[in-house]
């Protein structure tokens, strides 16, 4: 597809004779937020993984930017400009808020471990250049104030909002969100929309994983819908809430009629 930054095409995979993921293609245009969504146990983070390189894929392809990225490790992947998060919170508690940021960066970084090591000018200069870009990703996540703070004592929704920030640290041109809005309540949920709506633009394209169908619906521009496996719709919010296969397999008539009200009262 034209402007497709992030192509998928019958991407397979199987552990132990189980089908996780069987033969799926979608595309994600770029510049936008794609949501990707379905019951649990549809396959959704093994395609996130897959995606990604924390998993191999057993068939098919992924291409990023034209660029075929199936046989890439993670590290590599991460330098062409795809970050993630995930859904469990994973970071190292006792570093600060600023350094964990900084964290994000050090896949772009260039200065040659013994440059680190004896402190010579371009490795410093590189270390002041992520400090402060650290500190304006914390300001536009909305901690700038928690910097020296320890990353574990951060409530959750902020935990949320500074493992955004480690992933811009990376600069991605696509940034996967497992379920950004697990665990938080409907005001921190309204501030998570918001900020990622800013997060696009920076000119970051967003695949995101979610369970929460109200915020889907509002975020995101393109939906792919997963079950058992297998991609069952693809398509406009409006399009999937009214696709009879995504009805039966996972909304519910009761619910695809509540949120085409919601829609209606926008």
Same mark, same amino acid.
């Given at each position: 597809?034209?402007?497709?930054?992030?192509?998928?095409?019958?991407?397979?995979?199987?552990?132990?004779?189980?089908?996780?993921?069987?033969?799926?293609?979608?595309s994600v245009e770029a510049g936008t937020v794609h949501g990707l969504i379905g019951p649990n146990g549809a396959g959704k983070t093994t395609l996130f993984n897959l995606i990604s390189g924390l998993t191999p894929c057993d068939d098919g392809r992924i291409t990023f930017d034209g660029r075929e990225i199936a046989g890439l490790p993670v590290h590599a992947r991460a330098g062409l400009g795809i970050a993630r998060t995930f859904q469990?919170?994973?970071?190292?508690?006792?570093?600060?808020?600023?350094?964990?940021? #900084? =964290? %994000?960066?050090?896949?772009?970084? /260039? &200065?040659? @471990?013994?440059?680190? +090591?004896?402190?010579?000018p371009r490795a410093r200069a590189e270390e002041r250049g992520v400090a402060a870009e650290a500190l304006e990703l914390l300001e536009f996540v909305g901690l700038a104030g928690r910097a020296g703070e320890r990353a574990g004592d951060l409530a959750y929704g902020d935990q949320r909002r500074l493992e955004i920030a480690r992933g811009?640290?990376?600069?991605?041109?696509?940034l996967l969100l497992d379920?950004? #809005? =697990? %665990?938080?309540?409907?005001?921190? /949920? &309204?501030? @998570?929309?918001?900020? +990622?709506?800013?997060?696009?633009?920076?000119?970051?394209?967003?695949?995101?994983?979610?369970?929460?169908?109200?915020?889907?619906?509002?975020?995101?521009?393109?939906?792919?819908?997963?079950?058992?496996?297998?991609?069952?719709?693809?398509?406009?919010?409006s399009e999937v809430r009214a696709d009879p296969a995504v009805i039966e397999a996972y909304l519910g008539a009761k619910a695809a009629a509540r949120l085409a009200r919601r829609e209606a009262g926008r």
């Open positions: 597809m034209s402007g497709a930054l992030l192509q998928v095409s019958r991407l397979s995979k199987h552990f132990r004779g189980l089908t996780a993921v069987a033969e799926v293609s979608f469990n919170i994973r970071m190292f508690d006792d570093m600060s808020v600023l350094e964990t940021v #900084a =964290a %994000g960066a050090h896949a772009r970084l /260039t &200065a040659p @471990l013994w440059h680190c +090591l004896l402190g010579l811009l640290a990376a600069r991605p041109r696509l379920e950004p #809005a =697990a %665990g938080m309540n409907p005001h921190e /949920t &309204a501030d @998570l929309a918001r900020l +990622l709506r800013r997060v696009r633009t920076r000119g970051v394209t967003l695949l995101l994983v979610e369970h929460d169908m109200g915020f889907v619906m509002d975020l995101c521009e393109h939906l792919t819908v997963l079950n058992f496996g297998r991609r069952i719709a693809d398509g406009t919010p």
